[in-house]
């Protein structure tokens, strides 16, 4: 059922399919444990964007898998880094210990693209659009939200991002809670995001790394959604944008496990 879902693009109920057919494998696998199930399974492959080939279900991951890696070469383009599609799948998308942020990264990704298959950006201009990419991007702000707990032990996006960004030395707590106040980043993001997305930040005099300008937009769009249903036009004109941010975000995050 899953794969038929999928191949009409439905990928909410096919999904749905997935998700419940692993939580079977799970307990048949603890019946015949020589299955190594569901890791060797069709349902965890696909949920797991494996690479895999000999998955009835490979053509649609290779499609995702292609998409993924042309964003991780701009990812690598803009920020000078060596992310590869392969350290992802082991860093992340094959870490037993991410299954459950891994699974909902990968719903929202595969959702997201197949949205933009059939939406033109002109379709993405009404209220209901904009209120419904703003739950997108709350999702992928969740994942980046949790990937952090994972790593530092934080219990929100903000701590996080301050937790990654004293550890890699980019700035210091005082500095960067300095930084937001200074330029009203907890403003609507309306007002935030597009000043944010120029990048062009300074704090003393001196530039902002690109990559804590990515993730305050992140930490703006989290708090927001998580607590507004608000008709925000940054989330239609922008939206394709904002998705590679978030998605890059992800990709600084991970690179760090």
Not at 104 to 114: A, G, H, L, P, S
Not at 153 to 173: E, F, P, V, W
Not at 184 to 201: E, S, T, V, W, Y
Not at 202 to 224: C, D, H, M, T
Request: some cysteine; aromatic content about 14%; overall charge neutral.
């Amino acid at each position: 059922m899953a794969y038929t879902y999928l191949l009409i693009g439905d990928i909410d109920t096919g999904f749905s399919y997935i998700y419940n057919a692993i939580e079977e494998d799970i307990r048949l696998n603890s019946v015949c444990p020589q299955l190594n199930y569901p890791r060797s399974a069709p349902v965890y492959l696909t949920a797991s964007l494996s690479s895999v080939k000999r998955n009835v279900m490979y053509s649609f991951v290779e499609r995702i898998r292609l998409d993924l890696e042309t964003n991780l070469s701009d990812y690598r383009d803009c920020f000078g880094r060596i992310l590869t599609l392969s350290e992802f799948d082991n860093k992340f998308l094959q870490n037993e210990l991410l299954d459950i942020i891994k699974y909902y990264f990968v719903f929202t990704y595969w959702t997201v693209f197949e949205y933009q298959r059939k939406v033109d950006a002109a379709m993405m201009q009404n209220d209901f659009s904009k209120l419904k990419n703003a739950n997108w991007m709350f999702a992928l702000c969740l994942v980046i939200d949790k990937l952090l707990n994972s790593k530092y032990g934080t219990d929100n996006i903000g701590k996080g991002i301050i937790a990654l960004s004293t550890d890699k030395g980019y700035m210091r707590q005082s500095d960067l809670e300095n930084l937001r106040s200074q330029n009203n980043l907890k403003k609507d993001p309306d007002d935030a995001i597009p000043r944010l997305l120029q990048m062009n930040l300074n704090y003393n005099g001196s530039p902002i790394k690109k990559e804590i300008q990515y993730l305050l937009v992140a930490w703006n769009i989290r708090n927001f959604a998580g607590h507004n249903i608000k008709i925000q036009n940054v989330f239609g004109d922008k939206f394709k944008e904002l998705f590679k941010v978030l998605l890059y975000c992800i990709f600084i995050i991970v690179e760090e496990y």
